[in-house]
């Protein structure tokens, strides 16, 4: 709802601004802060016990790598996902496991966020990752967990999306609400014309920029230029007295027949 209300807003000003008799696009900028993706993220792959993502438990119950507790943070414009981590690699043995690895951390994969080429939401995919000590700092002490990270890790991730449809259709509720009402065709072409333009990954939010198509309106007169305030005429009066003593003219003899029009 939070971009809803701020198209609104952006909306009211972009459109009731000057009636456009020119056609022209409207850009309009939305974002979400990364609380809402992580939120989104917890409700899309997280599912599993407090809040957990299960990327590996084998039938046997000896080796598992899960996942919980997802930060995000926008970071040269990818989305980094840091997530805490426990993994065991072991090798049954009857009823037994016989541990090799008992390793904590983090396990951290960089996203890259692209518009959906087939509807409007946004998606992710791993470009990086690396897995953390307990320090946060990098580690190779957990080779062996990496074989599950690439394999079961990247393809969870990967899934996490922000569907748009219906904050998108919340701004095409609004806008006949901000547009002029005696021309509905004119005002169906602008709902219509509402498009995703890109998709930036922001130090705290990601930003959407949106496109609207603007028509002109049919047989509309030019838009008169604004009228100065009393303040802004006696500014203009003085300056343009100053520009006349520095040409050296006559002050004296000006008359208000000869001042431009405004």
């Avoid at 992580?38 to 119950?61: C, I, K, M, W």
């Amino acid at each position: 709802r939070a971009l809803g209300g701020a198209a609104f807003l952006a909306l009211t000003w972009l459109l009731w601004a000057g009636q456009p008799v020119a056609a022209r696009e409207v850009s309009m900028p939305l974002r979400f802060d990364h609380a809402l993706v992580e939120q989104l993220l917890l409700e899309q792959l997280f599912t599993g016990p407090e809040s957990s993502l299960v990327a590996l438990r084998d039938g046997s119950g000896c080796n598992y790598l899960v996942l919980t507790d997802p930060k995000l943070s926008g970071v040269d414009g990818l989305l980094r996902v840091r997530s805490a981590a426990r993994a065991r690699v072991a090798t049954a043995i009857g009823t037994q496991c016989l541990v090799l690895l008992d390793w904590t951390g983090f396990v951290e994969t960089d996203q890259r966020a692209e518009l959906d080429s087939q509807r409007p939401r946004v998606r992710f995919s791993t470009v990086a990752s690396r897995l953390l000590d307990q320090d946060g700092q990098p580690t190779t002490l957990a080779g062996a967990v990496w074989g599950w990270v690439s394999d079961h890790v990247h393809p969870r991730i990967d899934r996490l999306n922000v569907d748009l449809e219906a904050p998108l259709g919340e701004i095409r509720s609004l806008l006949p609400l901000v547009l002029a009402r005696d021309d509905a065709g004119r005002t169906q072409r602008i709902v219509d014309s509402l498009t995703l333009t890109a998709v930036e990954v922001q130090a705290d939010a990601v930003a959407l920029g949106a496109r609207l198509d603007v028509p002109a309106i049919p047989g509309a007169a030019p838009t008169p230029e604004p009228v100065l305030s009393e303040q802004e005429l006696a500014q203009w009066q003085q300056a343009w007295q100053r520009d006349r003593k520095s040409t050296r003219l006559n002050s004296s003899h000006s008359s208000v027949s000869r001042m431009p029009s405004s």
